[in-house]
T-cell receptor
């Protein structure tokens, strides 16, 4: 399968713990995006990478959130000191340079903070 | 933020019926995407429209981009239970990188 993959698919954690999610984009795509989706809403943009450079961050990305893409391939999203309000589906997407608006999504990581 | 409003929010129909869902905005988009999402999964890209007035067909699905590139519609002919899902429209943001999504239309097709 050459689509976007995400790991883990599900994560249950206690409030105050740190969690890290991984995203592997489509191999030839140099653009990578993180979104968050809560129940009844469409995905909301969090951050964007072109190769290893993080070029844009949403105001939704508080100081407790950090994302990296160290070698321009896979990316990680870390949430420190999780809160119940962080419970959501975290989606990763990737796109190529020429048609960057065509973003292909992974299956998501469902985070539940208890 | 360029807002996209989708209607209806929920739609329940029987197999074989036709339906249309709408995606409207007061903003102009250079492109607009339609996705379908099933519970617990990520959105799957169905189509991209870029030209005002453009019509694209994907089997029983017909997508139209408004002439002014502010709105779009998705028409499904002879709906099947496999069409059940959340239909999301998304447009490019001012930054040119992020997509702005509507809240989606949740479609249920019963046999």
């Amino acid at each position: 399968d050459t689509g976007v993959s995400q790991d883990p698919r599900h994560k249950i954690t206690k409030r105050g713990q740190n969690v890290t999610f991984r995203c592997d984009p489509i191999s030839e795509h140099n653009r990578l995006y993180w979104y968050r989706q809560t129940l009844g809403q469409g995905p909301e943009f969090l951050t964007y990478f072109q190769n290893e450079a993080q070029l844009e961050k949403s105001r939704l990305l508080s100081d407790r959130f950090s994302a990296e893409r160290p070698k321009g391939s896979f990316s990680t999203l870390e949430i420190q000191r999780t809160e119940q309000g962080d419970s959501a589906m975290y989606l990763c997407a990737s796109s190529g340079n020429l048609e960057s608006y065509e973003q292909y999504f992974g299956p998501g990581t469902r985070l539940t903070v208890t | 933020t360029q807002l996209l409003e989708q209607s209806p929010q929920f739609l329940s129909i029987q197999e074989g019926e036709n339906l249309t869902v709408y995606c409207n905005s007061s903003s102009v988009f250079s492109s607009l995407q339609w996705y379908r999402q099933e519970p617990g999964e990520g959105p799957v890209l169905l189509v991209t429209v870029v030209t005002g007035g453009e019509v694209k067909k994907l089997k029983r699905l017909t997508f139209q981009f408004g002439d002014a590139r502010k709105d779009s519609s998705l028409h499904i002919t002879a709906a099947q239970p496999g069409d059940t899902g959340l239909y999301l429209c998304a447009g490019d943001s001012n930054s040119g990188y992020a997509l702005n999504f509507g809240k989606g239309t949740s479609l249920l097709v019963t046999p």
